[in-house]
């Protein structure tokens, strides 16, 4: 681990040989997996802007629905990078967004503020194909479970107890989250852009390193 010197976008890296540095500059490195993952480290060298209160999370998820554009709020959870007693501390964001012409983009992003700087780790899985298969497969135990109900309108036929944001039950619309994109299908659908995300983000938890300069930062943002 460096001991010394500025902060860079280096003094974060993840491990070889599973992880390979694909693009580099000052600002943004570009990692690839072996499996094809793709996750970009991004280094901004001001005051951390977004601030991170990690003693009130409902607020954080409040400013993040506002602040990510639109996009569907799937997770927000605050987590520890690093080994030992070495770490620091991130939040995990996992949020969605439609594309054009048809399924959904599923986009991940570990954020590590600090008080002089901050780290963006980013990355993106979009649907291919058919979309709404996982729904599909998943909505008729709850259909014949009672839990959720078909029911038709004038506007059409709607799912009524389908939509279950994880921190706001009364939320409704097409971005909240749903109950196929629970973590616990994750294993059903291996090939779903919404497993393979959070499968790419517990790798990169175990394969982040640090240097020293980064852990002895100021934090409390």
Known sequence: ?????????????????????????????????????????????????????????????????????????ISADIEEYGTGDAKVRGVAI?????????????????????????????????????????EAAVLEPFIASGEVKLVVGAAGAVLDGFDEDLYEPSLRGHLVRNKAEREEFDGQFPDH??????????????SLQIDRIVLEAEQDV
């Not at 991940?108 to 990355?123: A, E, V």
């Not at 919404?194 to 938890?205: D, F, G, T």
């Open 1 to 73: 681990m460096a001991t010394s010197g500025k902060v860079s976008v280096s003094s974060l890296s993840l491990k070889e040989p599973h992880w390979t540095l694909a693009e580099k500059s000052p600002n943004e490195n570009v990692f690839v997996s072996r499996d094809g993952d793709v996750v970009g480290i991004e280094l901004r060298t001001e005051e951390t802007v977004f601030k991170v209160d990690f003693n009130d999370l409902a607020s954080l998820r409040s400013n993040i629905r506002m602040g990510f554009g639109g996009a569907g709020l």
């Open 94 to 134: 996992i949020t969605k967004l439609p594309q054009l012409p048809a399924g959904m983009s599923y986009n991940g992003l570990i954020f590590l503020p600090f008080k002089d700087f901050s780290y963006s780790l980013y990355m993106r899985y979009e649907e291919g194909g058919i979309s709404g298969a996982r």
């Open 193 to 206: 852009p919404l497993s393979k995300l959070r499968a790419c983000l517990r790798s990169v938890k175990e």
